[in-house]
């Protein structure tokens, strides 16, 4: 029997997660979330706070109903909000504050249904009124909703960016902040010689990773924090120079396991020295060479 076939063995004999709630507090009803606390209906976050009905987001604090937003407090309703406050029904802004259903601003305040403004205040549809004029007008609108024909007008005028990148060097792909050197990234933060990652933060060194964090070194892992040196990894934090694991924390040189806690040397969840274990590693590889699988991922198991 070959080793995904073992490794297949094992995964039906081992308990799974119902859900994937990692370090975080008062979150039960979450999914796919990383050090987060009083979480409601929040899923694929990390290191939020007061929370709710919130998808794919970083660093935000008192939030409702957001997605794809980052180091954001008190917004609602809103897509790619990157540091912003008290934004409300707005997309693709960054640095903002008190700005409602806004598209693609920079460094703004109390802006309502602007388009592609850098560094404004007091605006109402693109027009600049004085601080007085905004705020009288400004409740009433609240009220009103924004003018679809208006705003939707301004977005067919308004030239944009055919991607949004913030602080980054020699990098190619979407939504990327602070990152250098990297190669079809999207949606990542702080990243350094990547390539092919996607929802991915504080990385160095890795390719075709998904859902990644604070890890260096890596290849092909999904949902995974604080790897150094592992390769096809599913659901596993604090892991240095491992394989083909699924939800194990803590571990080091273990090779085709799954539930494993600060365990060292093992393959298929059973013990060796570690003179045993890298004989056994190299014999298992070889044997993948010859069976033409070395170098599959996961996939073959799931």
Same mark, same amino acid.
């Given at each position: 029997?070959?080793?995904?076939?073992?490794?297949?063995?094992?995964?039906?004999?081992?308990?799974?997660?119902?859900?994937?709630?990692?370090?975080?507090?008062?979150?039960?009803?979450?999914?796919?979330?990383?050090?987060?606390?009083?979480?409601?209906?929040?899923?694929?976050?990390?290191?939020?706070?007061?929370?709710?009905?919130?998808?794919?987001?970083?660093?935000?604090?008192?939030?409702? /109903?957001?997605?794809? $937003?980052?180091? *954001?407090?008190? +917004? &609602? @309703?809103?897509?790619?909000?990157?540091? !912003?406050? %008290? #934004? =409300?029904?707005?997309? /693709?802004?960054?640095? $903002?504050?008190? *700005?409602?259903? +806004? &598209? @693609?601003?920079?460094?703004?305040?109390? !802006?309502? %249904? #602007? =388009?592609?403004?850098?560094?404004?205040?007091? $605006?109402?549809?693109?027009?600049?009124?004085?601080?007085?004029?905004?705020?009288?007008?400004?409740?009433?609108?609240?009220?009103?909703?924004?003018?679809?024909?208006?705003?939707?007008?301004?977005?067919?005028?308004?030239?944009?960016?055919?991607?949004?990148?913030?602080?980054?060097?020699?990098?190619?792909?979407?939504?990327?902040?602070?990152?250098?050197?990297?190669?079809?990234?999207?949606?990542?933060?702080?990243?350094?010689?990547?390539?092919?990652?996607?929802?991915?933060?504080?990385?160095?060194?890795?390719?075709?990773?998904?859902?990644?964090?604070?890890?260096?070194?890596?290849?092909?892992?999904?949902?995974?924090?604080?790897?150094?040196?592992?390769?096809?990894?599913?659901?596993?934090?604090?892991?240095?120079?491992?394989?083909?694991?699924?939800?194990?924390?803590?571990?080091?040189?273990?090779?085709?396991?799954?539930?494993?806690?600060?365990?060292?040397?093992?393959?298929?969840?059973?013990?060796?020295?570690?003179?045993?274990?890298?004989?056994?590693?190299?014999?298992?590889?070889?044997?993948?060479?010859?069976?033409?699988?070395?170098?599959?991922?996961?996939?073959?198991?799931?």
């Amino acid at each position: 029997m070959g080793f995904f076939e073992d490794l297949k063995k094992l995964k039906k004999k081992q308990p799974h997660l119902s859900v994937h709630v990692w370090k975080s507090d008062n979150s039960d009803y979450c999914d796919q979330i990383d050090g987060c606390k009083n979480g409601y209906l929040c899923f694929n976050n990390r290191l939020t706070e007061d929370c709710m009905y919130s998808f794919d987001s970083r660093w935000d604090k008192d939030c409702v /109903d957001i997605s794809y $937003c980052n180091k *954001c407090e008190l +917004c &609602y @309703d809103s897509l790619d909000l990157e540091g !912003c406050y %008290g #934004c =409300v029904g707005s997309q /693709d802004c960054e640095n $903002c504050t008190d *700005c409602f259903c +806004c &598209y @693609d601003l920079r460094g703004c305040k109390d !802006c309502f %249904g #602007c =388009v592609g403004l850098r560094r404004k205040k007091f $605006c109402i549809y693109n027009e600049q009124f004085s601080e007085d004029e905004y705020k009288e007008r400004i409740a009433d609108l609240k009220k009103e909703g924004v003018n679809r024909g208006w705003f939707d007008g301004l977005l067919c005028e308004i030239p944009r960016a055919a991607w949004v990148t913030s602080n980054q060097e020699n990098c190619f792909g979407n939504y990327i902040v602070g990152s250098k050197d990297s190669y079809y990234v999207f949606k990542v933060h702080d990243l350094e010689d990547c390539f092919y990652m996607y929802d991915s933060h504080k990385n160095k060194d890795c390719m075709d990773c998904c859902a990644f964090n604070n890890s260096e070194l890596s290849y092909e892992c999904i949902e995974n924090s604080v790897l150094y040196n592992c390769n096809f990894m599913y659901w596993c934090a604090t892991c240095t120079d491992c394989e083909y694991l699924l939800y194990c924390f803590d571990c080091e040189n273990c090779f085709g396991c799954m539930n494993l806690k600060y365990k060292k040397y093992c393959i298929l969840n059973e013990q060796y020295s570690k003179e045993e274990y890298f004989e056994k590693v190299a014999e298992i590889k070889e044997q993948m060479k010859k069976d033409g699988v070395f170098g599959e991922g996961l996939d073959l198991v799931f």
